[in-house]
């Protein structure tokens, strides 16, 4: 019967995340060196992207009715459900992304410092987004009129592109596939009336919940062995996996190993060995986490494209990416692409102005670690070797406006600020550094952020 002991993971489309005590180190030795790769990169561009892009409504979830309440708010056009399903499962026949260019795409993301990128690959609709040979449904069928373009195999020129441009490729991957006669089956013992789960109890259909779990395996392996050098296979759904939804996923992550050494996988909410890293969602900790973790974030208000979004400033973009980096971890900064395949003109300028900030600032971001006092809402640490970074992210209450006290209680030698390499006179008292800041240099808008380099 239907496991409900499973809504908890994810509530209104967003996953909790797992506690901290359930990460496992791991064993093998590429897998931990990859890790200190992850936590040099700081920064993701995070795509989901699909048929659903049309609409501008949310990815997948609408599908399913136990998420409808939520999920469906924006469908004002047809009331009845069935029927809405039909619609959104029939999106495929008009997806046409004839503007896509993934080169773009992979210049703009390395002019805005992102260092990986994740994209969907498939999301719980089970739409693919590459040559898969395991379904119908995906972008190179014959129903799907962007099947005759040059870049129709969309995944593959994405990995390409960002690849070749030096930036690390992560696949997200859907564990659920809610458009499989193996997931959702028709005529099912739950009938029409759809759930994130199965429809089925896989404990009395063992032999079509085996043919589930090796249709999930065809396809990673097929990203696996296809699609060039993977980094990290970036795992959803956080229902499955669980004693009623096994999909023997440790069969399948050593066969991916076997042809992408020290593959990194983020198999979400699941803690345990294949766990390599935490993800919050649309949230960041309230304290500094000492395990790898990623926060994934959205640059407007919903991971798919949204007409009319509105995106977060600047300034919040970069104190978001400071605060998350301060408490150990790396930022998945989502932009969602148009349908007809190119990234909106607002997103687009954010990510310009991001790129800009850190071409000054990325020392202080980029291969750094935590460090004590970590993040104090005013200000945030980070370091690297022997130098620690302080990011002033706003001005103090009742000091001079040439004076900044920086809560570093430890002996310093020298105090500049980065981007202009002036050394700034200071005083050791018992609060901190009381640093002095030239008239000159003294300007709110020279920066969104002040970063100040302590030896």
Request: net charge negative; charged share 25%; hydrophobic share 35%.
């Amino acid at each position: 019967m239907k496991d409900e002991t499973t809504n908890h993971v994810v509530e209104e489309g967003k996953h909790h995340y797992s506690a901290e005590e359930s990460w496992i180190e791991p064993r093998d030795p590429k897998v931990l060196e990859r890790l200190e790769w992850f936590k040099d990169q700081k920064l993701a561009l995070m795509m989901h992207w699909g048929p659903y892009s049309q609409l501008g409504i949310v990815e997948s979830w609408a599908l399913s009715d136990d998420d409808a309440e939520w999920s469906r708010e924006g469908i004002d056009w047809v009331a009845d459900g069935e029927e809405f399903k039909r619609q959104y499962v029939n999106l495929n026949k008009t997806f046409n992304p004839i503007r896509f260019q993934p080169q773009i795409w992979a210049d703009l993301a390395k002019r805005a410092g992102f260092k990986y990128v994740i994209f969907t690959t498939k999301h719980h609709d089970g739409f693919c987004m590459w040559d898969t040979k395991e379904t119908n449904y995906r972008i190179t069928a014959k129903d799907c009129p962007f099947h005759m373009h040059k870049y129709a195999d969309i995944c593959k020129h994405v990995f390409h592109a960002f690849r070749e441009r030096g930036l690390g490729i992560a696949a997200y991957y859907s564990k659920a596939d809610w458009h499989t006669p193996y997931y959702w089956s028709s005529g099912a013992e739950f009938g029409k009336k759809t759930w994130r789960g199965p429809s089925y109890d896989p404990k009395q259909y063992p032999r079509l919940w085996e043919k589930y779990v090796q249709f999930n395996h065809n396809q990673i392996m097929e990203l696996m062995m296809y699609y060039g050098d993977i980094d990290i296979l970036w795992l959803d759904a956080g229902w499955v996996g669980n004693d009623q939804q096994d999909i023997c996923l440790g069969e399948v992550v050593e066969k991916a190993r076997s042809v992408q050494p020290g593959l990194l996988t983020a198999n979400r909410m699941m803690g345990g060995e294949f766990e390599n890293y935490i993800t919050p969602e649309q949230t960041i900790p309230d304290h500094p986490i000492q395990v790898p973790w990623e926060s994934c974030i959205t640059m407007g208000t919903s991971f798919s494209f949204k007409y009319e979004d509105t995106y977060k400033s600047a300034t919040e973009i970069i104190h978001t990416l400071i605060e998350v980096v301060a408490k150990g971890g790396n930022l998945a900064l989502n932009v969602a692409p148009q349908p007809d395949g190119r990234l909106p003109e607002g997103a687009i300028k954010r990510m310009e102005e991001l790129g800009q900030w850190l071409a000054i600032y990325g020392e202080a971001i980029y291969g750094t670690r935590i460090c004590a006092p970590y993040y104090t809402n005013d200000f945030a640490f980070t370091r690297k070797d022997d130098i620690t970074y302080c990011f002033r992210l706003s001005k103090q209450v009742g000091l001079d406006e040439n004076e900044v006290l920086i809560p570093y209680e430890h002996l310093a030698q020298q105090v500049t600020l980065v981007g202009c390499e002036w050394n700034l006179d200071f005083k050791q008292i018992n609060k901190g550094l009381k640093v002095t800041i030239p008239d000159q240099l003294n300007d709110e808008k020279k920066t969104i952020v002040e970063v100040f380099r302590i030896r």
